[in-house]
């Protein structure tokens, strides 16, 4: 247990389905992170929130939609999705704060989304 | 651009030792991450350096050359448990983290 919980674990959606994915961190940090992973290659940094301000949106489509209601919650609102988006979606959570030169980042199990 | 460089994949005995390489070049260097992820599972941490040298924990060892831009990870005495995905990332100027796609280690009895 990192102390970061997602659901659902896996989802299996058509291209016309709404979903969304949710992040919990119960450690107190600040910042919050959404990542894809696929197969064989780099973990991709889609979104990340500070203190509830977006700092970050790495060239993600519109078709992903996040939504950080506190520091200790964070969702990924999924519309329209198209099968290479078939992967598994990382929640993490920092300390966070102002820039820092230690970042160590906790991360969730993960959702395995399928996207016929 | 930035880069992360490491293999894909290494075979290992249990109870040896093994190295695993990680080579970057990045926008500005903040620390050198070390995670390990086992199949299905989410990633977590195993070491962290922004000085050059090595950083020893239990079994595990982490070595950092900033001017070459290289970084391993040494196991020893390998176990059947160490089979996993090991995953080096890199703090840029922004203290982003820039991620290799990991190598994954398969350890044979």
């Known amino acids: ?116 | 651009g930035q880069n992360i460089d490491q293999p894909t994949e290494m075979t290992a005995t249990e109870g040896a030792i093994v190295q695993i390489n990680c080579t970057y070049q990045t926008s500005g260097f903040n620390g050198l991450f070390w995670y390990q992820q086992h199949a299905g599972e989410a990633p977590t941490f195993l070491s962290y350096n922004v000085l050059d040298g090595l950083e020893e924990k239990g079994r595990f060892s982490s070595f950092l050359s900033r001017s070459k831009g290289y970084s391993y990870l040494l196991l020893k005495e390998l176990q059947m448990k160490d089979s996993a995905s090991y995953l080096c990332a890199v703090a840029d100027s922004n203290y982003q983290l820039i991620w290799g796609a990991g190598t994954k280690l398969i350890i044979k009895p």
């Open chain 1, 1 to 116: 247990e990192t102390g970061v919980t997602q659901t659902p674990r896996h989802l299996v959606m058509g291209m016309t389905n709404k979903k969304s994915l949710k992040c919990e961190q119960h450690l107190g940090h600040n910042a919050m992170y959404w990542y894809k992973q696929s197969a064989k290659k780099p973990l991709e940094l889609m979104f990340v929130y500070n203190f509830k301000e977006q700092t970050e949106n790495n060239s993600v489509p519109s078709r992903f939609s996040p939504e950080c209601p506190n520091s200790s919650h964070l969702f990924l609102h999924l519309h329209t999705l198209q099968p290479e988006d078939s992967a598994l979606y990382l929640c993490a959570s920092s300390q966070g704060g102002l820039l820092s030169s230690y970042n160590e980042q906790f991360f969730g199990p993960g959702t395995r989304l399928t996207v016929l």
